[in-house]
């Protein structure tokens, strides 16, 4: 089956013509380079989530629901993909760890609103329930974990299924479902305790990524490409805060044709000519065509595909180093399926 699937992936860099030639100039030497990467990688994918992340309620009806991740863990393991992942139980994050991102006065904040009984709404979307603070500790944890366990050749890659998601957490703001912006948190972790020097992140969520856009604008260290649904919540990303931000946005109704021509003549350029290290993705399945949360029109499909080519990425630059975080994704059965087939292009190569 692995030489199968090598070769598979050499038929499709050898025909493939998403790369355009001035991007590739030597595609032979890639697909060797390629080869080399993925014949040394080992190991397991690792799946890091943690029991306390389901004890996150934003109250009854709340599409950021812990629903998700138990329709997550069903579909992997009724498409016997759970059987190949190594699952890793995430650590909290450490108050170091955090101060990276967030300040003192926003971290006393959160502590502040926590109740012990019911829910306190932090904004109009957006609440805290008893379980909030641990659940969002072990979510930007299970980041920090990810890092640690690529970094250190612990394992080629890895999925942190934790909730609530991050990718609308400014450094001293809560938003959009969000707390701690977890993946923010994972890169620094990653550029300050392993010194990478060039960190992509890439976010495919139907909403753009502010927070982590705010957090991480201007460091030359990191690349973020996006592409989200606009005019749509949080109403910004059109124009980018830093050079080092490059957001696509699509109008609503656009589908896979769309969300592939933006990563082919956007994304890949830019990041072939970047030669990240390692890749965070901010993976939120809110643009599936079933997801109500938005009004794009992405499949299964489509998330293996670009995951796919992420995954070359990797295997060309960044040693097959990359982190991927849950962030949206409402429709439970199309997240399940979508989360399936995007651990099965991590996981299979």
């Given at each position: 089956?692995?030489?199968?699937c ?21 595609k ?73 991102v ?18 306190f ?7 805290m ?37 991050g ?28 010194q ?47 050079p080092n ?61 670009v ?24 429709d ?15 996981s299979?190569?």
């Amino acid at each position: 089956m692995e030489r199968d699937c090598i070769c598979t992936r050499l038929r499709a860099l050898f025909i493939d013509i998403t790369y355009p030639a001035p991007i590739v100039r030597n595609k032979e030497s890639h697909v060797l380079t390629w080869l080399k990467n993925r014949l040394q990688r080992s190991g397991l994918t690792a799946y890091i989530t943690h029991p306390d992340c389901l004890q996150h309620n934003m109250g009854v009806g709340h599409p950021e629901c812990p629903e998700r991740l138990i329709a997550i863990r069903d579909q992997l393991m009724a498409s016997q993909i759970l059987d190949g992942l190594q699952e890793i139980e995430a650590p909290e994050v450490t108050e170091q760890q955090l101060a990276r991102v967030h300040p003192p006065h926003y971290l006393e904040y959160l502590e502040s609103c926590s109740p012990s009984i019911g829910t306190f709404r932090v904004d109009p979307d957006t609440a805290m329930s008893a379980g909030t603070l641990q659940a969002a500790r072990r979510a930007a944890g299970a980041v920090v974990k990810a890092v640690e366990l690529v970094a250190e050749d612990k394992a080629p890659n890895a999925f942190c299924a934790v909730r609530p998601p991050g990718h609308h957490a400014e450094s001293g703001k809560a938003m959009g479902f969000c707390f701690f912006n977890n993946l923010a948190i994972g890169v620094t972790h990653a550029l300050s305790h392993y010194q990478f020097e060039r960190v992509a992140v890439i976010d495919f969520d139907v909403h753009h990524g502010n927070g982590t856009e705010e957090i991480l604008r201007d460091d030359p260290r990191v690349l973020m490409v996006s592409v989200f649904q606009h005019p749509f919540y949080p109403y910004c990303g059109d124009a980018p805060l830093g050079p080092n931000m490059h957001n696509v946005p699509l109008k609503a109704g656009s589908g896979g044709r769309e969300f592939r021509e933006a990563v082919e003549t956007v994304w890949l350029p830019l990041l072939h000519d970047f030669q990240p290290q390692i890749l965070f993705i901010s993976a939120g399945f809110d643009a599936h065509r079933e997801d109500d949360m938005g009004s794009l029109g992405l499949v299964e499909a489509d998330y293996e595909w670009v995951t796919r080519h992420l995954m070359q990425i990797a295997d060309l630059y960044a040693d097959g180093r990359v982190v991927s975080v849950l962030e949206g994704g409402y429709d439970l059965s199309a997240l399940g399926r979508s989360v399936a087939a995007h651990l099965r292009v991590l996981s299979d190569g």
